[in-house]
């Protein structure tokens, strides 16, 4: 068995990529999921103030746009599941309807609050109430097109006084 | 032809100081890997360690530095090549529970894997090396150590390629031309992230505007530069095949690396990083020595 002789130096890495493979997202295991599929649209967000003008979240509060982008996609992923169990099909994300966005938006928005330490929570009482836009993104005859920022969610001063 | 009888994959051929040289910059990146402080009072969506421990703890005041404090003489030990399992466990530990607990919000970060994945491969090396089946004297774990490294790396660059092959089958090819929109998306969100101008007229948001233009007009370019990142990352084995193939391939995922971040802005600090030192420098550090040894002999 030569070729089993020479794979032989290589079990640790073959074990840990298994891991990795079989145990997903238990950190430290991951199958690197980002970039896995290109679909045709995607979406980005970014939180505004009580003016509805732009914050920026990551001088405010040390964390970024990417990471805030996650927490709501989790929240709207559990929204389809929903949707789908009630309905007996899953809508596709994009179709989720702006009542149906709004939860997983707040629910983020208390996220971000609830992680923010004294002095950003401070800053983001200030700026209350908070909202969320939520930009798709497609393209379209070699072009991008971005739709109108869509407000889907926010969460005001009294709802951050009983957050977590 | 392939000979079957000389081995194919072995341990770089580090001296003593070399492979001291790797652990010390391994060390250094693990202590920069623990963050200083940690801001979650709960784990919405546990993951790992997550499912069973309440890990908000962490986020408790002196938690963290306290932590970062403890590891620096476990670090030390670590760089002397001393006591491994007692040191890789709690290196590993120091980077899995706050790795978890940030993972378990319902945001997967995939930056810092890739570190606590190289100590456990190394930990794992130790283990069996505590056996009778394993007898290595103590330049060879060294090596070993480092080679451990190197296979980690590899297996999280395979599983990459593997997961995208998995999901998109070789549909990803044709639809990697989708790609822009993602730029726009990052693009974007650099902007609102700090509203600061440089992120929408700076010299990496032109660069990546032109080069998303570019894939517009020619999305297979987009198509063949974007699979020739997922052949890179299929065919990472081949890194372990001897230094020079190592220190190429470590070069050529760095290169890969620097020009997504061109386009897209996303920060592979980590793979950078242990890129560097896993594949690259044990290439460098043997050159030198023979080098110098060869300069000597004359």
């Known amino acids: 068995m030569p070729i089993l002789r020479q794979i032989a130096p290589l079990s640790g890495g073959i074990l840990i990529a298994l891991l990795c493979l079989l145990l997903k997202e238990n950190f430290p295991f991951t199958h690197y999921p980002m970039y896995s599929n290109f679909e045709d649209q995607t979406y980005y967000v970014w939180l505004s103030d009580g003016e509805g003008e732009p914050i920026p979240i990551q001088n405010t509060t040390g964390l970024r746009l990417g990471r805030i982008k996650k927490i709501y996609n989790t929240g709207l992923l ?3 599941e929903l949707a789908g169990a009630k309905f007996g099909k899953k809508p596709r994300k994009r179709d989720l309807s702006p009542a149906q966005r709004r939860a997983p938006a707040e629910e983020t928005l208390r996220w971000i609050y609830d992680s923010a330490n004294p002095r950003a929570k401070a800053a983001l009482r200030a700026a209350a109430p908070l909202g969320l836009y939520h930009v798709d993104i497609r393209i379209e005859k070699n072009r991008v097109i971005e739709t109108t920022p869509l407000r889907v969610g926010e969460l005001g001063a009294e709802e951050m006084e009983v957050s977590r | 032809m392939i000979d079957l009888n000389r081995p194919w994959f072995r341990p770089p051929a580090l001296s003593p100081a070399g492979a001291a040289s790797v652990r010390l910059l391994f060390a250094l990146l693990v202590y920069h890997t623990v963050p200083v402080g940690i801001g979650l009072h709960s784990q919405p969506h546990p993951v790992g360690l997550a499912l069973a421990f309440d890990l908000t703890f962490l986020s408790a005041p002196g938690v963290m530095p306290g932590i970062r404090i403890g590891l620096i003489p476990v670090l ?6 001393r006591l491994p ?18 993972n378990s919000q319902g945001s997967t970060q995939h930056g810092r894997q890739v570190i606590s994945l190289i100590t456990l491969a190394q930990l794992l090396y130790h283990i069996a090396g505590s056996t009778r089946f394993i007898r290595h004297d103590r330049l060879q774990r060294a090596r070993w150590e480092v080679f451990m490294g190197q296979q980690a790396i590899v297996a999280a660059y395979t599983v990459t390629a593997i997961t995208k092959l998995l999901r998109s089958g070789l ?3 044709t639809d990697s031309a989708n790609f822009p929109i993602q ?7 650099q902007y609102y992230n700090t509203l600061e101008p440089e992120t929408v007229e700076g010299f990496w948001a032109t660069t ?11 999305p297979n370019l987009c198509r063949v530069l974007l699979s020739s990142g997922l052949a890179l990352e299929l065919f990472a084995v081949v890194a372990l095949l ?3 193939p190592a220190a190429a391939y470590g070069a050529l995922l760095i290169t890969f690396h620097l020009m997504v971040r061109t386009m897209t802005g996303l920060n592979f600090r980590y793979h950078l990083a242990a890129l560097f030192i896993f594949l690259v420098l044990p290439a460098l550090l043997i050159a030198i020595i023979t080098r110098s040894l060869a300069r000597r002999m004359k």
Do not use: C, H
């Not at chain 2, 030390?76 to 090549?81: K, S, T």
């Not at chain 2, 990546?208 to 020619?218: C, K, N, V």
């Open chain 2, 242 to 244: 001897g230094r020079r």
């Open chain 2, 183 to 189: 730029m726009t998306k990052n693009i974007r969100m």
């Open chain 2, 85 to 102: 399992l007692f040191t890789l466990s709690l290196m590993l530990l120091a980077t899995v529970l706050p790795g978890t607990l940030d």
């Open chain 2, 171 to 173: 549909g990803w090819i």
């Open chain 2, 76 to 81: 030390a030990i670590y760089v002397l090549g």
């Open chain 1, 78 to 80: 559990e929204a389809r």
């Open chain 2, 208 to 218: 990546s505007a032109s080069a998303q233009q570019l894939f517009l007009d020619s």
